[in-house]
């Protein structure tokens, strides 16, 4: 566990380092109002990071990180979260299998960035294998969305994302193969959006995406999505 007094902290690894929470779903970094930027390094069998700050994260790896009671299985995002070059892959959690991103979060993601293998699971109300999203995201580089998946009983929500805020991609936004598994009520393979915002204005791509009852692709439940498709391949 890192904690500092320090306002701004930049770590770069020549050499990758791995912080290693051996399986414990233990919180590796709590960050509160600072300003932190980390590079080159991989959070692997925790629970990873709360950003309550601004943090920004260049070539960085999140590998099988768990929030068994919480959501965000690798980052809980409350701040601004720049997120470049990065990849999340096997995170699991209650809600958001990778990220969650709360109400006044924040964030913004360019370059490679890559989920893959990101799951929730459990009985009902399962939300996003990826991504939780009540906040604001933008999306200006190439982010993959790759085998993320929702599962459970009934009112599954969501295999890569479920959104109630603002999601804009300008870039090349590709899902493939995310899917949600549900005996009833399972929707939105890649996306399901009860309310906000979804802007879709570059190269997208949706192939291959499935859920149990509706949206293979996306699913609007309701009017309370206001949603802008721009070449996108569905």
């Given amino acids: 566990y890192l904690h500092s007094t320090t306002n701004n902290i930049n770590i770069i690894a020549q050499n990758r380092v791995i912080f290693d ?18 590079t080159n390094i991989s959070f692997i069998n925790s629970r990873s990071i709360v950003n309550n700050g601004n943090l920004t994260l260049i070539d960085c790896i999140f590998d099988n990180n768990t929030a068994e009671i919480k959501n965000g299985g690798a980052i809980e995002n409350n701040g601004h979260l720049i ?14 299998g990778a990220i969650s991103n709360n109400n006044f979060g924040k964030i913004d993601m360019n370059g490679e960035i890559l989920f893959i293998n990101n799951t929730v699971k459990g009985n ?21 969305f790759i085998n993320n998946t ?3 009983n009934s009112i ?14 300008i870039g090349n936004t590709t899902f493939n193969n995310n899917k ?12 399901y959006s009860l309310s906000g ?9 949706f192939n291959n995406n499935e859920a149990t ?17 721009n070449n996108n391949t569905i």
């Fill in 213 to 229: 009852t509706n949206g293979g692709a996306i699913q609007l439940p309701t009017s309370n999505t206001k949603l802008i498709l």
């Fill in 156 to 169: 599954i929500y969501g295999g890569a994302i479920y959104n109630k805020g603002n999601i804009t991609s």
């Fill in 150 to 152: 929702a599962s459970g």
């Fill in 83 to 96: 997120i470049i070059n990065s990849t999340f892959i096997n995170n699991k959690a209650i809600n958001g």
């Fill in 21 to 38: 929470g051996s399986g414990n779903n233990m919180r590796i970094m709590s960050i509160i109002y600072r300003n932190v930027s980390m």
């Fill in 180 to 191: 949600v598994i549900a005996v009833t009520a399972g929707s939105g393979g890649s996306i």
């Fill in 124 to 144: 009902n109300n399962v939300y996003a294998g990826a991504i939780y999203n009540l906040g604001n995201i933008t999306l200006t580089g190439n982010t993959l």
């Fill in 197 to 205: 915002v979804l802007i879709f204005e570059g190269n997208n791509t």
